[in-house]
């Protein structure tokens, strides 16, 4: 059992940054894959970011790509998304989400999600 719980989120301007963290609760994080999806008003879940168990394989959906850098930190059993150049298209609640099959977090149906994290991009 994983328990996921995201922060960071907030209100910023348009090429601003922010940096989003999920802590994880269990004693298996490392064997975890881990990912980031954005859910907007009136939109389909997206897939944003996506990180391999090991931290050797990083994946972003084309609209982050050079502006997003997803990480983990296995001594602090957390994920992070640094966010950068910040866009208004980039409002969305964010949900950190994980499995231990890569495949799964990649098109988000795995078995684990946060309650999500509330950003918003002014213009």
């Known amino acids: 059992q994983v328990r996921l719980v995201e922060s960071g989120g907030g209100l910023v301007q348009a090429g601003g940054s922010l940096r989003l963290s999920c802590a994880a609760s269990?004693?298996?994080?490392?064997?975890?894959?881990m990912g980031w999806f954005r859910h907007a008003p009136g939109k389909e879940r997206e897939f944003v970011a996506a990180?391999?168990?090991?931290?050797?394989?990083?994946f972003y959906a084309d609209s982050v790509k050079g502006r997003f850098t997803i990480s983990r930190d296995g001594a602090k059993n957390a994920v992070y998304l640094q966010m950068n150049n910040l866009k208004p298209e980039d409002t969305a609640v964010y949900y950190c989400?994980?499995?231990?099959?890569?495949?799964?977090?990649?098109?988000?149906?795995?078995?684990?999600w946060g309650q999500g994290t509330q950003v918003t991009v002014s213009s």
């Open positions: 989400t994980a499995d231990l099959d890569r495949r799964t977090v990649l098109v988000g149906t795995s078995d684990y």
């Open positions: 990180i391999s168990a090991s931290g050797g394989l990083t």
């Open positions: 269990g004693r298996t994080f490392g064997s975890y894959a």
